[in-house]
């Protein structure tokens, strides 16, 4: 089987806009990416340490200690329940989980996955390295009578912050039951609301005490600032789970046993989560301050980690004002047709960068 052609890498088109921010007298402060910058907790790294001299290999499915964390983390800080203690799967971080779950899942070529008209670039990445067809669509009657395999859902979402309500999560689920279609949720940003408070696909409100055909894709690279450490995991219906597993033991797709014991920790400190979120706080009110007073107008932004902000002009138009001044953004384009007049700012930088940022928004 061929995958289709993939799309050019979306970041590499921002080396000349990264250029021209780099010449700024104050340097560059880089809003493009959602890479974390703080700290990363010393309990965590306490915990990566402490198992650094086990030489045998890891298991693919992780010790029980950390899907039991995990199945408490989801319980304690979400309100998921119901979760089986096998339904838990570790991934080398989100992306790659994201990247190769419908290939995992045995879709291909004739299988239709549907992604949001505003997405995530790996979903459709990972839909093309299966051989499927991509469709957009956030509303259901846009699809018309065609069944899809496989249905994404990115509550709160990247770019857009925006947050989908219970009722809406309920409504895709009964939909896509009746017609036996898969749903992934990716819930990277759960723990991130503002203005609003994300619900996982996995809460009962949501499946109604069935978990059948869901699967919630989790990371710790935003809430635990451990995106250099490559720790997820993929929980919901214990039958998907138990295919991925054995495939991923084929695969030799194993998450390093002292990352295991990381995630374990940060998956037990509640306390850390709540420092990391009131950083990411104060940095959003100050850049969403920033943006607004100085012509811009944000758009969704309820949760997560980004301000999806506009001028009302082209998006690359945006991109290189703002690179005028020192700041580099993602244009909106990167995750979709429809985001052509929008940015994506991301609130992951220094408390010293974005007080810059909105300085130089400012002047």
């Known amino acids: 089987m061929t995958a289709a052609k993939l799309p050019d890498f979306p970041w590499d088109s921002l080396a000349g806009f990264k250029a ?13 990416v959602g890479t974390p910058v703080d700290p990363v907790p010393s309990g965590i790294r306490d915990a990566l340490a402490s198992v650094s001299d086990i030489p045998g290999y890891p298991a ?15 319980g304690r800080r979400h309100g998921v329940e119901g979760i089986e203690a096998d339904a838990v799967l570790p991934t080398i971080g989100s992306k790659e989980a994201v990247a190769w779950l419908p290939r995992l899942l045995g879709f291909g070529p004739g299988d239709l996955v549907v992604i949001p008209e505003l997405a995530y670039p790996t979903y459709e990445v990972g839909a093309l390295l299966a051989g499927a067809e991509v469709a957009r669509a956030d509303g ?12 994404w859902l990115n509550s709160p979402s990247n770019p857009t912050g925006r947050v989908l309500g219970v009722d809406h999560l309920r409504k895709v689920v009964e939909w896509a039951r009746e017609r036996d279609v898969v749903v992934v949720s990716d819930e990277c940003y759960l723990s991130l609301g503002w203005e609003a408070e994300p619900v996982s696909v996995l809460h009962p409100s949501v499946h109604g005490g069935r978990l059948d055909g869901l699967l919630a894709v989790h990371s710790l690279s935003k809430s635990a600032n451990l995106a250099s450490y490559r720790a997820g995991f993929v929980t919901g219906d214990p039958k998907l789970v138990k295919n991925l597993l054995e495939i991923r033991k084929h695969a030799g797709m194993i998450v390093p046993r002292p990352v ?36 811009f107008e944000i758009s969704h932004s309820e949760a997560g980690l980004y301000l999806w902000s506009t001028r009302g002009e082209d998006s690359l138009t ?20 429809t985001g052509g007049k929008h940015v994506r700012v991301a609130l992951t930088a220094t408390d010293e960068r974005i007080d810059a940022a909105a300085e130089r928004l400012a002047s």
């Open 60 to 74: 693919t499915h992780g010790t029980p200690a950390l899907r039991a964390a995990a199945i408490e983390a989801l």
């Open 318 to 337: 945006t991109v290189g004002w703002l690179a005028d001044r020192g700041i580099l953004v993602a244009p909106g384009t990167f995750y979709g047709p």
């Open 260 to 295: 295991q014991e990381a995630m374990v920790a940060a998956l037990t400190d509640d306390e850390a989560l709540a420092a990391q979120r009131e950083r990411y706080l104060r940095r959003r009110i100050v850049l969403r301050k920033a943006l607004q007073d100085n012509g």
């Open 20 to 32: 021209r921010a780099q010449e700024h007298p104050g340097g560059i402060v880089d809003l493009s």
């Open 140 to 151: 259901l009657t846009q699809l018309g009578p065609r069944r899809p395999a496989m249905l």
